[in-house]
């Protein structure tokens, strides 16, 4: 599946949560949008998640925070692959369950959790690494806070999705097992 092809699935996936019965919860009045509103769960492939962690330069001093971490793949590889400490954050019941009980299985425990919460309100200042894989409205929504959070010289990867306003240090392009392209954006914090 290309960009566009995933693009337009998430848009129309997007639409589709917006249009049904939550749809009042999805921006509407009372209070802040609700980030499992924003952005269904789309797994990122194995092999571009260890480009992401790459492209970030990972390595044993960091702390990984992936925002709307749904199964925890960011957070184990971060642990396991390149010896970084991490943190998952997702909203979602289910993910939060599946990937916590993913890591208690795995033993990483000590280096790795998944806090059950909302993206837009989780504490962001023990982050050396960020990773996101969200629409560009999420990240633009998301930039605010990540500027006001993030100390500098903390690396923020996006997939497939930039964040609007900010120059990436790099663009790489990574392939997936079956042969799809993604595009990951690179950003550290000035």
Known sequence: MNLRSRGLLLAGLLLAAAAGPRAAVFGG????????????FVPTPPLVVEKMLELAAVGPDDIVYDLGSGDGRIVIAAAQKFGARAVG??????????????????????????????????ELGPAT??????????????????????????????????????????????????????????????
């Open 89 to 122: 954050v997702e909203i979602r019941s289910e993910l939060w369950k599946e990937s916590s009980e993913a890591i208690a299985r795995l033993g990483l425990e000590k280096r790795v959790r998944i806090l059950h919460d909302d993206m837009f309100a989780v």
């Open 29 to 40: 009045p009372g209070g802040p949008p609700r980030s499992d509103r924003f952005t269904p």
């Open 129 to 190: 690494v960020v990773t996101l894989y969200q629409l560009t409205d999420v990240n633009d929504r998301l930039r605010p806070l990540l500027e006001k959070k993030l100390r500098p010289g903390t690396r923020v990867v996006a997939n497939d999705f930039p964040i609007p306003g900010w120059t990436p240090q790099e663009v790489v392009n990574a392939t997936s097992e079956n042969g799809s392209q993604y595009k990951l954006f690179l950003y550290v914090r000035p």
